[in-house]
């Protein structure tokens, strides 16, 4: 096992396979690969969930074929901003199937950008799911996953009852479409990544001090306005003389400064915030940012509250209400910030690093009993490690950790026959390597020069070896082993 489950609360388990608040088998699958092909983004934060250590040093521990491919892949892949780096995976990850081949969704749909520039994942996180067995491991870690959404339940669904209450909203929006929000462990720590795909809006969080519960609000708000402005886009566009006046804002997105409809979405939503939240200075603040609409909305919708039809219904004659004039004398004098509002970010303590139990715990006693030459009980270690579980690859270790034994204890006829029996269990590479070379040198200190090299020469074939392994096979090669 990877981590200690024992630490952990139990939780309820879901009955469906999603819910509204949720963890993801592809986001999990697709992060564990790119920990291990080289993000490091924010590795060393102490806001980072201690699993995402504890799963970086397993599967640096095992050595996969299938993480040299993944490595060639993130290297071509890399990004100079870290969250654009974590945002294009997170766009993938949302966009295709689970396991076993991790084929998108909708094959005939056209890729957001992003994710189309990834072309050619899906089939190395099919080999590094298999080879990890990452279905496992995600089985393993549910209990960290259950813990996070717990906190998350609570104030998630006051915020989305808040916001379907202020809007009148019977129910969680509109036939047909979903809102769904994702807890990811394995990214790097305080990042907020939304998506709107068709009729599918997505939040995924990373781990946080403080839970980014506002902007899951505005995600879910953005989910309820945005087919408002859509169905009334020709009432908004009356009032689009007004985005000249956002053009002056240094600070201002591009998208916003030539999309009315994305900007007067965008003001409404935080005139909404700022209502809900009963501070005026939001308003003040959106607009010195260039949202420049967003003190109009503030106004129409003091006037929604006092009357009882729902924002639906409601909408078109809020829009009609906007006096451009009005507007305009308003914007006439505008003095825009220089520089956005920083939130300030909490940052937890250093959590305790995740333990390892049950089979990866007594394969590591078992290391370090024999790096401790305490023979005796490492030898005793790795035979209860085969007692402990039946998967091949921890077989493999043990049955190597018994051959390096006996090699110690001078029994290489023991020596020889464990190791071969190490290359029947799907070893790693590592082991798969190491073996073969011991192979070779037992061979070469009997004698059998020729087929020293054949064990040399298959060391070297081994995809992933290590850099020791290889500069000791091509040695072998040249010059029989010396004991020394």
């Known amino acids: 096992m990877l981590v200690s489950l024992a630490a952990i609360p139990a939780m309820p388990q879901a009955a469906e396979p999603i819910g509204q608040l949720d963890a993801s088998p592809s986001i999990f699958t697709v992060l564990a690969a790119v920990n291990a092909a080289g993000y490091d983004a924010e590795v060393n934060s102490a806001s980072n969930h201690p699993l995402r250590k504890a799963l970086r040093d397993h599967l640096a521990?095992?050595?996969?074929?299938?993480?040299?491919?993944?490595?060639?892949?993130?290297?071509?892949?890399?990004?100079?901003?870290?969250?654009?780096?974590?945002?294009?995976?997170?766009?993938?990850?949302?966009?295709?199937?689970?396991?076993?081949?991790?084929?998108?969704?909708?094959?005939?749909?056209?890729?957001?950008?992003?994710?189309?520039?990834?072309?050619?994942?899906?089939?190395?996180?099919?080999?590094?799911y298999k080879e990890a067995n990452i279905e496992e491991l995600w089985k393993q870690v549910q209990p960290y996953f259950d813990q996070a959404i717990a906190?998350?339940?609570?104030?998630?669904?006051?915020?989305?009852?808040?916001?379907?209450?202020?809007?009148?909203?019977?129910?969680?929006?509109?036939?047909?479409?979903?809102?769904?929000?994702?807890?990811?462990?394995?990214?790097?720590?305080?990042?907020?990544?939304?998506?709107?795909?068709?009729?599918?809006?997505?939040?995924v969080v990373t781990p946080a001090g403080d839970l980014p519960i506002d902007?899951?609000?505005?995600?879910?708000?953005?989910?309820?306005?945005?087919?408002?402005?859509?169905?009334?886009?020709?009432?908004?566009?009356?009032?689009?003389?007004?985005?000249?006046?956002?053009?002056?804002?240094?600070?201002?997105?591009?998208?916003?400064?030539?999309?009315?409809?994305?900007?007067?979405?965008?003001?409404?939503?935080?005139?909404?915030?700022?209502?809900i939240a009963r501070k005026p200075a939001m308003v003040d603040q959106a607009l010195r940012e260039g949202f420049v609409l967003t003190p109009a909305f503030a106004d129409q919708l003091a006037i929604y509250e006092k009357q009882e039809r729902a924002m639906r219904l409601y909408f078109p004659d809020m829009v009609a209400g906007i006096d451009l004039r009005r507007e305009e004398k308003r914007l006439e004098n505008i003095e825009f910030a220089s520089e956005r509002k920083v939130r300030k970010i909490q940052v937890e303590a250093k959590p305790k690093p995740v333990e390892l139990t049950g089979a990866q715990k007594t394969l590591e006693e078992a290391e370090k009993a024999y790096s401790g030459r305490d023979l005796k009980r490492a030898k005793d270690t790795f035979f209860r490690l085969l007692k402990e579980t039946s998967e091949k690859p921890l077989h493999a270790r043990a049955y190597y950790g018994l051959a390096r034994i006996a090699v110690l204890e001078r029994d290489p006829e023991l020596g020889d026959r464990l190791f071969r029996k190490v290359l029947e269990l799907e070893p790693d590479a590592s082991t798969k390597s190491w073996s073969l070379l011991y192979l070779g040198r037992l061979a070469d200190s009997q004698g059998d020069r020729e087929h020293a090299q054949e064990h040399y020469k298959a060391a070297l074939a081994v995809e992933g070896a290590p850099d020791s392994v290889r500069q000791a096979a091509e040695k072998g090669l040249k010059e029989a082993f010396v004991k020394k």
């Open 61 to 128: 521990a095992k050595d996969l074929n299938s993480v040299f491919e993944l490595k060639r892949f993130f290297r071509d892949h890399r990004q100079k901003d870290p969250a654009a780096e974590l945002s294009q995976y997170i766009s993938y990850a949302l966009l295709i199937n689970g396991p076993p081949d991790f084929s998108f969704r909708n094959p005939n749909l056209p890729l957001p950008p992003d994710a189309a520039s990834l072309e050619g994942l899906s089939p190395l996180l099919a080999a590094f």
């Open 151 to 203: 906190q998350y339940h609570d104030p998630v669904t006051r915020a989305i009852l808040q916001a379907n209450a202020y809007m009148r909203n019977p129910t969680s929006g509109f036939l047909g479409r979903r809102f769904q929000i994702f807890v990811d462990l394995l990214g790097a720590p305080n990042q907020v990544q939304t998506r709107s795909y068709a009729d599918d809006y997505f939040v």
């Open 215 to 275: 902007d899951i609000r505005h995600a879910y708000l953005h989910y309820l306005a945005d087919p408002l402005a859509l169905k009334f886009s020709q009432d908004l566009k009356k009032k689009a003389a007004l985005i000249d006046y956002a053009q002056g804002s240094p600070i201002l997105e591009e998208q916003y400064k030539t999309d009315f409809i994305l900007l007067a979405t965008e003001c409404f939503i935080k005139a909404i915030e700022s209502r």
